[in-house]
Each structure stands twice: as C-alpha cells, then as structure tokens.
T-cell receptor
Framework: GAGVSQSPRYKVAKRGQDVALRCDPI?????LFWYQQALGQGPEFLTY????????KSGLPSDRFFAERPEGSVSTLKIQRTQQEDSAVYLC??????????????FGNGTRLTVT | RKEVEQDPGPFNVPEGATVAFNCTYS??????FFWYRQDCRKEPKLLMS???SGNEDGRFTAQLNRASQYISLLIRDSKLSDSATYLC???????????FGTGTKLQVIP
C-alpha cells in the first residue's frame, strides 16, 4: 500500500519508560504532522515538518516530547519518561502540499499508547 | 476561544433523516477547509473538501460561509453506516497548519 504507515500499532509502557513512535509518510509528501488524540477528543496538533525542517513544535506538551525527520521522509516521535497523561492515540499525517491550498491530510492508523 | 469549534453532539437521528452540522473557525485568514469522518478507534478519513461555492458528493453537501466564518455539512437520507464522528478541519497560515474541531458524533438509529 501507498498510505501512511505507523508503528507500532499498540504500545504499552510503564511510567517512566521512553518510547519511540515511527511514521512512514506517503512517498514524496513534503508535509508531515503529528497529532495526539485523547479519548473522545479531536486530534490535537503536536508538531509539523516540511521536509526535514521542524517548522512548528508549539503543540508539544512538554520537553519530554521530541520529534525528528532527519532525511525528510520517516519521522520519529519520542516521549521520554512517559507519564499516565501521555496515554493517547498518536496520529501521523502527511500532505503533498507545502503552501498550496486544498491539500488534505492522509493519516496513518495511529499508535495507541497506554502508560501504566 | 478554540480556533475551530463544533457541537460535540451526539446527534441521534432516524434512518432517512436529513442532518446538518456546523463548524465555526476563528482565523479569518484560513484558506482551506475539509470534513473528515472518524469511526470509533480508527484514524480520521477525508470525507470531502469544502469549496467556496459549496460542493456536493452524493448525499453529502458542504458549504463555506467566509463572512460568518463557518462551514457546514449536510447529510441527506441518513444511513446506519453514516454513524461516526465528523471532524471539521481548517488549514491556515503560511505552511497551512491544520487544526481540527473536537468532532460531532452522529448516531443513525434504525
């Protein structure tokens, strides 16, 4: 398939552990977004990459969250010293648009993180 | 005030009914608009883009009112399979930052 791929699909971490979530965007897509979705809520913006540049990280909830996209394709969202409030679904989305309009996001299946 | 606001619902409607959702946005410079559908425990999927002139896709009609800063989604002849959460999405800013509403839950009842 040519869609956005995320792994792992599910992750259970003990409080205090570090986790790394991976996103493979659609090939050639310039823009990549990470979202955090708590139960019953809409996705909340975390960070945005244009190619390898992280242009906006204003949504990262704390300095325990770190994202990278070193070669402008695959991205990793890392959460250090996980806390229970980090439990959520983490969605990755990519878009072919850099600044053009009417370019929707294509989402991965998400990674469901549960911190115990 | 949130950038994108929706009535969370739930909207419980009988099969065959017509139902409409609105979504308001605060950034007047917003440039593009979408409706996404999200099924329980699944990722959001694009339902339709929203164009200035309004657009229709089968039983679904989307409209944009820039003056009042809202978009709407109308679903005609509701089916059981339409039961889902409908997310309003707005893109704005130089790099087209994407902001979601909290979603409106629709339950179509037999």
């Amino acid at each position: 398939g040519a869609g956005v791929s995320q792994s792992p699909r599910y992750k259970v971490a003990k409080r205090g552990q570090d986790v790394a979530l991976r996103c493979d965007p659609i090939s050639g897509h310039v823009s990549l977004f990470w979202y955090q979705q708590a139960l019953g809520q809409g996705p909340e913006f975390l960070t945005y990459f244009q190619n390898e540049a992280q242009l906006d990280k204003s949504g990262l909830p704390s300095d325990r969250f770190f994202a990278e996209r070193p070669e402008g394709s695959v991205s990793t969202l890392k959460i250090q010293r996980t806390q229970q409030e980090d439990s959520a679904v983490y969605l990755c989305a990519s878009s072919s648009s850099r600044t053009g309009c009417n370019s929707p996001l294509h989402f991965g299946n998400g990674t469901r993180l549960t911190v115990t | 005030r949130k950038e994108v606001e929706q009535d969370p619902g739930p909207f419980n409607v009988p099969e065959g009914a017509t139902v409409a959702f609105n979504c308001t946005y605060s950034n007047s410079a917003s440039q593009s608009f979408f409706w996404y559908r999200q099924d329980c425990r699944k990722e959001p999927k694009l339902l339709m883009s929203v164009y200035s002139s309004g657009n229709e896709d089968g039983r679904f009609t989307a409209q944009l009112n820039r003056a009042s800063q809202y978009i709407s989604l109308l679903i005609r002849d509701s089916k059981l399979s339409d039961s889902a959460t409908y997310l309003c999405v707005v893109r704005s800013g130089g790099y087209q930052k994407v902001t979601f509403g909290t979603g409106t839950k629709l339950q179509v009842i037999p």
